[in-house]
């Protein structure tokens, strides 16, 4: 570990004389005689520990400690004072300083102070770090290699940055939409707080107000004779997640309303009100512009959830994020249930891009967990998974393109031929067919064409189709 960094603040020079001649053999010292170049100086940079006296000349050592835990909250200060002077310790000890040392300073007393210190540094460090790592390793894992997934999940990481802003996540079931919640949670400066869910089409009407905002002593018959807080006290500095909003009652959308454009809330029955900061991420698989044009659903309330909106789009719209996202819950499976299955089958892989996938992930997961569960051979079939073989690998005759062909070969002359341009062309013809042909499966067209999957979307791309 690098050594740590100490400011020594004291106008006194015999005293940061002797405190560097002490210190500098283990540590990185930078000496101040006055408050303002130190405070300048810890604006930008971070010491591990400050020793600071409480008699400077031009502002107080408290005032100046107030300014430091102002600006860098974790870094211990140990004050010096000239003489033990009870109250002036007491106000420093106050306002957060960790330690104090009284002149003329014994060098058993400073090792003490200073090693307790630095150990508490040292094991906040420690702290971070395995926080970080846990975080990498927990990290929600959305898996999605198409261009619309991968362009949303760019613009997950940018809106998780705020700590307090609504988003609506909207797309049928089984899309990823609790998935996309936690992940804005844990990429948000919220993650330290609680990720708390909320499914509104699960809770009663006539109890999701109390489970939401909590209900005070003798609010209702049957309840808690001491009260109980709500899931929005739960997810202070979080995220409260409200899936299904589409199914919240009027009433308690109002209330939600209030919550959401002030962060104030009463508990039911109660009339104290609660404030409390909170990132509320919404998600549905409902229309709501039909809600609100029904009454069922309100406008301001739609546009305060919504002031990001996600939209995750179905499988069937994605079909390149089949295989990837299949393979990855083989891998999860086979590891579960101890398994060595390898692959999918030819048949099994085109089964799965074929298929109709009405549940969307959800049911790609299941379908892959039986088939996992009950396999014995080391390649996965469409029987293993329950799903129907894909209806034919090639294409039926009359299914063939006979239609736009592209121009005939045109004959050499002295003039010269556009020979690239016209490769050009055939191409994009091909690959515009083969898409169409595969009803927009990009494997499969891939395949009519003998391509690598990832050649095929190169060219897609680069054909502008
Ligand atoms: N792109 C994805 N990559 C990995 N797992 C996914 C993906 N999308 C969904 N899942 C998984 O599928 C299941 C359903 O997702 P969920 O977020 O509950 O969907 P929704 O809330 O939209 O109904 C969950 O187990 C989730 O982890
Ligand atoms: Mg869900």
């Known amino acids: ?17 002797s405190l560097s001649l002490i210190l500098e053999p283990d540590y990185i010292v930078h000496t101040f005689a006055n408050g303002s170049k130190a405070l300048e100086e810890i ?38 004072t000239a003489y033990e002077d009870i109250e002036t310790v007491i106000a420093a000890m106050k306002c957060g300083a960790y330690d104090y040392l009284v002149k003329p300073l014994n060098n058993d007393n400073l090792e003490l102070a200073m090693g307790n210190a630095l150990e508490t540094v040292k094991l906040r460090k420690e702290v971070k770090i395995l926080q970080q790592k846990f975080l990498e390793d927990n990290l929600p894992c959305f898996i999605g290699d198409s261009d619309v997934i991968q362009d949303m999940l760019d613009f997950v990481k940018t809106v998780a940055k705020s700590p307090d802003t609504p988003i609506l996540i909207l797309g049928e079931t089984g899309t990823g939409k609790e998935l996309i919640a936690s992940s804005i949670h844990y990429r948000s400066p919220n993650f330290k707080g609680n990720f708390v869910t909320v499914n509104c089409a699960a809770i009663p009407t006539d109890l999701i107000e109390s489970e939401i905002f909590g209900y005070d002593k003798g609010a209702f018959s049957g309840a808690n004779p001491l009260g109980k807080k709500g899931l929005i ?70 546009f305060r959830i919504g002031v990001i909106k996600i939209e995750i789009p179905s499988l069937n719209k994605r079909r390149s994020d ?70 034919a690998s090639e294409p039926d005759i009359d299914q063939t393109c006979t239609e736009n062909l592209p121009p005939p070969g045109l004959a050499l002359s002295p003039d010269g031929l556009d020979l690239a341009g016209f490769q050009d062309s055939i191409e994009q013809f091909y690959i515009n067919e083969a898409f169409k042909l595969a009803k927009g499966n990009e494997s499969k067209a891939a395949k009519f064409l003998g391509m690598n999957h990832h050649t095929y979307r190169y060219k897609r791309k680069k054909f502008t189709l």
């Open 43 to 80: 604006s930008h940079t971070t010491p591990d520990l400050i020793l600071l006296d409480i008699g400077l000349p031009d502002i107080s050592g408290i005032d100046l400690l107030k300014k430091i835990k102002k600006n860098q909250p974790d870094v211990p200060v140990i004050m010096i």
């Open 322 to 391: 089949i295989l990837p996202i299949a393979n990855f819950f083989l891998h999860k499976f086979n590891e579960k249930f101890s398994k060595n299955i390898i692959c999918f089958s030819d048949q099994a892989e085109n089964a799965l891009t074929d298929h109709n996938w009405t549940g969307n992930v959800r049911e790609l997961k299941n379908i892959i967990e039986r088939g996992v569960l009950v396999a014995d051979n080391t390649k996965l079939s469409p029987r293993d998974m329950g799903i129907a073989e894909a209806s």
């Open 1 to 17: 570990m690098s050594p740590y960094t100490i400011f020594i603040i004291d106008d006194e020079e015999t005293i940061r004389d």
């Open 233 to 302: 006290e739960e997810a202070i500095n979080g995220t409260l997640f409200l899936d299904e909003i589409g199914d919240l009652s009027l009433d308690a959308q109002a209330k939600l309303l209030r919550f959401i454009e002030t962060g104030e809330f009463y508990r039911i029955g109660g009339s104290k009100k609660h404030h409390v900061q909170t990132r509320v991420v919404s998600a549905t698989n409902k229309n709501l512009d039909q809600m609100i044009e029904k009454e069922l659903f309100r406008k301001d309330l739609y």
